[in-house]
């Protein structure tokens, strides 16, 4: 089992930039499939990014494509988001999520409890 905690949500204007972190605990960071999903309000939930265990490969949403960047530091059992370039579309509360399946396929089996992105047009 597996805790994740994110942080580096808050108010941004559109065009700014923020950095979420993900702090899981435990010693098998490693063996996990990485992703970020968001939450807008009044919309269903919607997969973002996802991330190998060894970093090498990632996916994106093309709704996100070009702007957010997804990367782990397995040494610190952290994950990251780079969001850039941020729409007011953008704004949702953002949860990272670990699983045991390939980024094709993720299927979260933990998740974190989430933090709100809030981008200002």
């Known amino acids: 089992q597996v805790q994740l905690v994110e942080s580096g949500g808050g108010l941004v204007q559109a065009g700014g930039s923020l950095r979420l972190s993900c702090q899981a605990s435990?010693?098998?960071?490693?063996?996990?499939?990485m992703g970020w999903f968001r939450q807008a309000p009044g919309k269903g939930r919607e997969f973002v990014a996802a991330?190998?265990?060894?970093?090498?490969?990632?996916r994106v949403a093309d709704s996100v494509k070009g702007r957010f960047t997804i990367s782990r530091d397995n040494a610190k059992n952290t994950m990251y988001l780079q969001m850039n370039s941020l729409k007011p579309e953008d704004t949702a509360i953002y949860s990272c999520?670990?699983?045991?399946?390939?980024?094709?396929?993720?299927?979260?089996?933990?998740w974190g409890q989430g933090t709100q992105v809030t981008v200002s047009s």
């Open positions: 991330i190998s265990t060894s970093g090498g490969t990632t």
């Open positions: 435990g010693r098998t960071f490693g063996t996990y499939t």
């Open positions: 999520a670990a699983g045991l399946d390939d980024i094709m396929t993720f299927r979260p089996r933990y």
